[in-house]
């Protein structure tokens, strides 16, 4: 099945060129140390109109097919937090539910984004089975679109994140989930995806290696550029992988090849959850790597932060292409936000904006607070704050939701790795 969107993919360490015609998370002749990109034949990219959904900015999503149910990012211009903030130029992109902005992401978060480029990457009809894993909203984004849209998928999410586990209506029994045990972590959701993904009956879905991922992701920045009419000065957004702050990094260069909306590179001001701060405290010691010298600690560390769906201990931080590459081009830096910071951050947004938002966004909205108040932004600076997920609390005021519950919890650590994949597979007979 051929794309719908004419792109071929590029090697970001070599920029050798190559066609994506099949399920490439790297560059199969590349040594598996870089991103690869999706170069788009289209450089000036043709919004189309707002019954598309996401698909409004196909031009530069790399899809095969377009999938039912889908809705965009949401961009305004802020008045009450940009006041309290001393700003005049705060330009607010909301990804969740909020329809008095016309923002219907009914997963309430951006990984909205992520599922229906992914799955639309997707051939139909798709042999292997999809494998997801998440710390929660990716769960829940994916368990919805590929329920809705009838494409079978394997969720691996730690069991102690079952809450974001919520939905508008119980799954199709296409969506199968597998789960850590409790005192677990998203780095063990993610090491019992890749055991189940050795089976030819599985497909890795990629995370940040997946182009699709990243492109959906860049739809944040195409809506506040769109709005915004030109590129903006800084962009500020809370990062577990950092593949969102990534992808903004890929989109704003993708929007100065167009050449309509000036030649700025953004200022990226990536913000994580204290304690656990990896990517903080790499960028800080001026380090591409990432080292945990007590795994057990670092486990420990990603259990209390509140902001539950930031904590990876795996990132794309170092690889060429990655998040080190993105804050070193933008000349950016990185902020840390402790739960304290973010849940007032949280209680200021919906006071002053009048919507809830998750505790990932309230990193964002702390980081910003932050720079604000250091005088680190001015207060003429065109500054996107990227606001994740938002209107859970309005969405189940407004609707009946349905909790779902592992098929399995898989303990990696004790159950053999044969029997991981049989009772995986068994799922799907």
């Known amino acids: 099945m051929k794309p719908i969107t004419d792109y071929k993919l590029q090697n970001v360490a070599t920029s050798r060129i190559f066609e994506d015609d099949h399920w490439y998370l790297n560059d199969p002749q590349g040594d598996g140390t870089s991103l690869i990109r999706a170069v788009y034949k289209k450089k000036q990219i043709e919004i189309k109109d707002d019954s598309f959904g996401l698909y409004k900015y196909m031009d530069w999503l790399p899809v095969r097919r377009i999938l039912e149910g889908s809705a965009a990012p949401v961009t305004y211009k802020s008045e009450r937090l940009a006041s309290f903030l001393g700003l005049k130029n705060l330009y607010i992109t909301f990804s969740g539910y909020w329809p008095e902005k016309k923002a219907m992401m009914t997963s309430c978060s951006f990984k909205e984004t992520e599922a229906y480029s992914v799955c639309g990457r997707l051939d139909r009809p798709n042999e292997r089975i999809l494998v997801v894993a998440s710390a929660g ?122 050449g309509r909306f000036g030649n700025k590179t953004m200022r990226l001001v990536p913000a994580q959850n204290y ?40 990132p794309p931080y170092g690889i060429k292409g990655g998040l080190f590459d993105a804050l070193t081009a933008t000349g950016g830096t990185m902020k840390a936000v402790t739960n304290e910071d973010l849940n007032e951050s949280c209680r200021l947004f919906e006071q002053l904006e009048g919507i809830d938002v998750n505790k990932a966004a309230g990193v964002a909205i702390s980081a910003l607070r932050q720079s604000a108040e250091n005088k680190e932004i001015g207060c003429n600076d065109i500054i996107m704050l990227n606001i994740t997920g938002g209107g859970e609390k309005l969405f189940k005021n407004h609707n009946k939701t349905y909790n779902a519950k592992p098929d399995l919890i898989i303990d990696v650590h004790s159950m053999p790795k044969e029997k991981i994949i049989s009772e995986a597979e068994a799922l799907f007979r």
């Open 137 to 258: 909203n990716t769960a829940r984004a994916f368990a919805k679109v590929c329920s809705e849209n009838r494409i079978p998928v394997l969720i691996s999410i730690p069991e102690d994140n079952m809450d974001a586990m919520w939905f508008e209506k119980p799954l199709n029994d296409c969506v199968k989930i597998i789960s850590t045990p409790s005192g677990s972590d998203y780095f063990d959701a993610i090491y019992l995806a890749n055991i189940v993904c050795s089976s030819d009956k599985f497909l890795e879905e990629g995370g940040a290696k997946n182009v699709a991922r990243r492109d959906g992701m860049g739809t944040t920045v195409l809506s506040a550029v769109m709005e915004i009419g030109e590129i903006p000065d800084y962009y500020f957004q809370a990062v577990g992988s950092g593949t969102g702050t990534i992808a903004a990094w890929e989109t704003n260069l993708r929007l100065i090849e167009d």
């Open 275 to 314: 304690p656990f701060v990896p990517m903080y405290d790499a960028w800080n010691n001026h380090s591409r790597d990432i080292h945990f010298e007590d795994e057990a600690l670092a486990r420990n560390m990603a259990l209390q932060i509140e902001a539950k769906v930031l904590a990876n201990r795996k």
